[in-house]
């Protein structure tokens, strides 16, 4: 894991390192109890609501063999994203962008640090969808396509078991004959609680959540090592690809702006330099139009980004043709499942379209538990021109400049004459 600290080179654990990595196992530790609480919250009896004993929708016969059933929607949502993003990590990361130079240390560290954030947002993803639904389960108690086979209602009884309005009487009396009625969930008699309780939790699809909440995050985090999205032209503020290389401030010359913009309006840099060219690339040097600024991604590698998606559509339709769920449920515990996986995605990884695959950053040691008001990241230190990681990732006799985020700073040390002329604007006179 990256050391937000004052990192040892002798390969010991800072202090403030080991401050960084308590505070990422304290949120694996909160992610693990809100999951025992939504295996708690499956064995808590749910609200029952009153069905009717005519309704066609609650009629459907109890499909024994399940298409999906539990185990293999925990291999779907769980185990091959884990995997596949064990694998993405260990063979992509940090792609070839990396100086010759860098040591294999840091390289690993980027790994370890990679795995870890896809593993943690894939954990936050499930988690969020599985105690939502969970919950939303208990509360609703909305009753299964297939209750009615599940209940074995006491017929005899039907009228005891009656709530609402009662048939009127040719007597006018409220005691006239069954006609489709609400009754309560009393009237069922199956002695198998748990498969009767079970009857009344269809809203929302708990395999609709749990598989886009896990197969969706992996198609979102395909997407971004791949680099699969919709051609686009970046903006001319963004568009910089010096700072998305893997260790930018190992640069020999600093970031170099390899954007299309720079090219063609003819700023300096070292065209003998092969880092330098490296990153240009021969394209950029013939770019003319508009057009060619951007291309689309080739087909296989969408296939295979888009097929975990389809995997879930899969998963979720086989509740409607199981008679597990209404349509509704199904719709609804999707969405679910893709906004906890949107969420997720997005709470550990840059945006897809512009952050070229990566992982945010780990937490500052000064903010790994707490920023407080007036801090606007979690990335930077108290003193926020003040970057300790750069020293441990940047070339040798090179000044300390925080690219990773976009902008350049410079401590007063690198640079005394600045020192000198900075006055007391200390934030404003240290950006270069």
């Known amino acids: 894991m990256p050391d937000r600290g004052s990192a040892s080179l002798h ?17 694996w530790l909160i992610l ?30 109890f499909t024994v063999h399940e298409t999906v059933t539990s185990t293999l929607l925990m291999v779907c949502n769980s185990i091959i994203p884990i995997a596949v993003v064990l694998i993405v990590v260990l063979i992509f990361v940090p792609g070839p962008t990396v100086p010759k130079d860098t040591p294999k240390s840091l390289i690993w560290k980027r790994k370890l640090w990679e795995l870890h954030t896809g593993w943690l947002g894939l954990a936050l993803s ?56 609400l009754v309560s969930a009393d009237i069922c008699k199956n002695p198998d609680k748990h498969l009767l309780d079970d009857g009344f939790r269809s ?36 568009n910089d690809t010096g700072t998305v290389t893997a260790f930018p401030s190992r640069l020999r010359n600093g970031p170099v702006d390899t954007s299309y913009e720079a090219v063609r309006n003819n700023r300096e840099f070292d065209s003998t330099d092969p880092a330098t060219t490296k990153q240009i690339g021969v394209q950029n040097s013939v770019v003319l139009s508009l057009r060619r600024q951007a291309a689309a991604p080739p087909i296989y590698l969408l296939l295979i980004t888009v097929l975990p998606f389809f995997t879930a559509i899969f998963v979720a339709s086989s509740r409607w043709f199981d008679f597990r769920h209404h349509g509704f449920d199904i719709l609804f515990g999707f969405l679910i499942g893709t906004i906890t996986a949107w969420f997720a995605f997005r709470f550990y990884h840059l945006p897809i379209r512009s952050g070229a695959g990566w992982a945010w950053g780990p937490r500052s ?28 990732e940047r070339m040798t006799g090179h000044r300390a400049d925080d690219i990773e985020l ?27």
């Open 365 to 392: 040691h000064d903010k790994a538990f707490w920023a407080g008001l007036g801090s606007w990241s979690y990335a930077t230190d108290r003193k926020h021109w003040v970057r300790p990681v750069d020293e441990v």
């Open 126 to 181: 499930l988690v969020s969808a599985w105690i939502i639904t969970q919950g939303m389960k208990n509360l609703f108690g909305k009753p299964r396509p297939d209750l009615l086979s599940r209940c074995q209602p006491d017929l005899a009884n039907v009228m005891n078991y009656v709530v609402g309005f009662h048939t009127p009487a040719d007597d006018g009396s409220l005691n006239g004959p069954y006609n489709g009625q």
């Open 32 to 61: 693990v109890v809100v999951g025992v609480v939504g295996v708690i919250l499956g064995n808590v009896t749910p609200n029952k609501r009153p069905f009717s004993l005519q309704d066609p929708n609650i009629s459907f016969p």
């Open 11 to 27: 390969g010991r654990p800072s202090k403030s390192s080991i401050i960084v990595i308590g505070s990422y196992v304290f949120d």
């Open 406 to 432: 976009g902008m350049r700073y410079r401590s007063k040390g690198d640079d005394p004459s600045q020192a000198e002329s900075s006055g007391t604007n200390t934030m404003g006179d240290d950006r270069i």
């Open 203 to 238: 809203y929302p699809s708990g395999h609709a959540s749990s598989a886009a909440a896990g197969l969706i995050y992996l198609s979102f985090f395909l997407a971004s090592k791949f680099a699969i999205t919709i051609p686009f032209v970046p903006q001319a503020s963004s």
